[in-house]
């Protein structure tokens, strides 16, 4: 038995904890994970933010080293695609393991970083059968997509779940940078009287959204093609914003402001070092703010996933109302 530093998560939360702690290099695999009826406790080798309640257990020494760790290498399985990732040198190697599964059809290796208006990243196919299409499923819905000209990503399934479990039937919600619609269709999916606007400008990603829809039978969401500022001007009544652009959703916060309902929660995605994860861009969310005359009260923030060395793509979740201050 021995003392650890460790993180508290909910049980339902635990294997996405895991798989984001494993990402990291953060997850101590000598100890074995501990549970109660509500919580589990899992050992990590020094502190990290974001992911869960800090603090310490006693741990067993784990007798068996976690499977989890013996994957070949980097990748992500969307559908019967794998697209391994573009730092890993022996991306033969890992094709030829990852081929053996049955589920398991392609195999591409990124060649670029996520990049370009609309998103997306070069590809550079290296086995199996030739075709970009594929159909994934997640939360139980289905999504139609060509990884050559949308981005997507199965390491946010647990975080989308997150969003949707905040939503009530009957709200209005509104998803600025819906891609093929991961957040809006589960959202509209799982709650049948929200009303789901959702926005994207890659006319591609919008294509495969509208067939999304059709796909899961969704009848209450609304699709705007084009530049979000443009497309949600008019809307006043917002009670969610999901705002998924990591890199540039500061230069959309004017018009979430203006959408959002008093009393309403902003979504928002960015990618941060982890020398400062969330009071940077927590002060700018803060000086948007008082400029559109509002205040925001932080209700969580989060690390999603790791991003890059010492970079992380984060989530801060804040309810907006009017400024004390605001005489208007």
């Not at 589990?40 to 020494?61: A, N, Q, Y």
């Not at 590809?123 to 030739?130: H, P």
């Amino acid at each position: 038995m021995i003392e650890s530093l460790c993180i508290k998560v909910p049980r339902n939360a635990g294997e996405s904890t895991r798989k984001s702690l494993i990402e990291l290099r953060l997850l101590d695999n000598n100890l074995k994970i501990k549970s109660s009826q509500d919580y589990l406790f899992i050992p990590v080798s020094k502190p990290i933010e974001g992911l869960g309640e800090l603090g310490t257990e006693i741990f067993e020494i784990s007798g068996h080293e976690n499977p989890m760790l013996a994957v070949p290498g980097a990748y992500e399985l969307i559908g019967d695609i794998a697209i391994i990732d573009q730092h890993e040198k022996n991306a033969l190697e890992i094709a030829n393991v990852l081929l053996k599964h049955k589920n398991i059809k392609t195999i591409f290796q990124a060649t670029s970083a996520v990049s370009g208006e609309y998103r997306t990243r070069e590809v550079s196919f290296i086995k199996g059968e030739t075709k970009t299409q594929t159909i994934y499923r997640e939360n139980g819905c289905k999504y139609l997509l060509d990884i050559t000209q949308v981005y997507f990503t199965p390491r946010l399934s647990t975080e989308r779940m997150r969003i949707a479990d905040q939503v009530k039937n009957g709200d209005n919600v509104v998803d600025m940078f819906a891609g093929i619609g991961p957040f809006s269709i589960l959202i509209a999916k799982r709650y049948p009287d929200t009303h789901v606007i959702a926005v994207d400008k890659n006319p591609v990603a919008v294509k495969y959204l509208r067939e999304n829809a059709r796909l899961n039978k969704i009848k209450n969401i609304e699709i705007r093609e084009g530049d979000a500022r443009d497309e949600v001007k008019g809307i006043l009544d917002a009670d969610h914003v999901i705002m998924n652009l990591p890199h540039s959703g500061l230069e959309f916060m004017d018009s979430a402001f203006g959408i959002i309902k008093r009393g309403g929660t902003i979504h928002f995605y960015a990618i941060s070092h982890e020398d400062d994860l969330f009071e940077g861009v927590t002060a700018e969310i803060e000086a948007c703010a008082r400029k559109a005359g509002l205040q925001v009260s932080p209700l969580d923030r989060r690390i999603v996933r790791p991003y890059a060395p010492y970079q992380y793509n984060i989530c801060i979740d804040f309810r907006v109302s009017s400024s004390p201050y605001n005489k208007s």
